[in-house]
Nanobody, 121 residues
Framework: VQLQASGGGLVRAGGSLRLSCVAS????????VDWYRQAPGKQREMIAH???????NYEESVKGRFTISRDDAKNTVYLKMDSLKPEDTAVYYC????????????????WGQGTLVTVSS
C-alpha cells in the first residue's frame, strides 16, 4: 500500500488550494484518514479528521476554512483549504488507516510523503 499526497503550492493570502491523498495497492478498506501539518520549527499537528462513514472534525484554527472529504471509489481523501493565511504555511501530510490483503486484513497506519503549502502575505 502507498499513500501519495499532492496539490501543494504557492498561493497568496486569501486564496485556496485543494490537497489530495491517494491510496494505492491491494486495499481492502480505508478507515479513518487525517491531515497533519508541520510548520518550520514546530511540531506536527493534526488539523482534520474523517471517519469511514464521513464524520469530520477539525483543529480550531482551520475550522470554517478547511474541508476534508473522501471519495472511496477513488481511494482518495481531499483537503480543500480556503481563506488561506500566511500561518497556514507548512508541509501537509495525510495519514490513513488501511486494511489490505497483504497485511492479512490487519489495519495499519500509512503516511503520505508530504506536500508543501506556502502562503504569501
Amino acid at each position: 500500500v502507498q499513500l501519495q499526497a499532492s496539490g501543494g503550492g504557492l498561493v497568496r493570502a486569501g486564496g485556496s488550494l485543494r490537497l489530495s491523498c491517494v491510496a494505492s495497492g491491494d486495499i481492502v478498506s480505508i478507515n479513518n484518514v487525517d491531515w497533519y501539518r508541520q510548520a518550520p520549527g514546530k511540531q506536527r499537528e493534526m488539523i482534520a479528521h474523517i471517519t469511514s462513514d464521513g464524520y469530520t472534525n477539525y483543529e480550531e484554527s482551520v475550522k470554517g476554512r478547511f474541508t476534508i472529504s473522501r471519495d472511496d471509489a477513488k481511494n482518495t481523501v481531499y483537503l480543500k483549504m480556503d481563506s488561506l493565511k500566511p500561518e497556514d504555511t507548512a508541509v501537509y501530510y495525510c495519514n490513513a488507516y488501511i486494511r489490505s490483503y497483504s497485511s492479512d486484513w490487519r489495519q495499519l497506519s500509512y503516511w503520505g510523503q508530504g506536500t508543501l503549502v506556502t502562503v504569501s502575505s
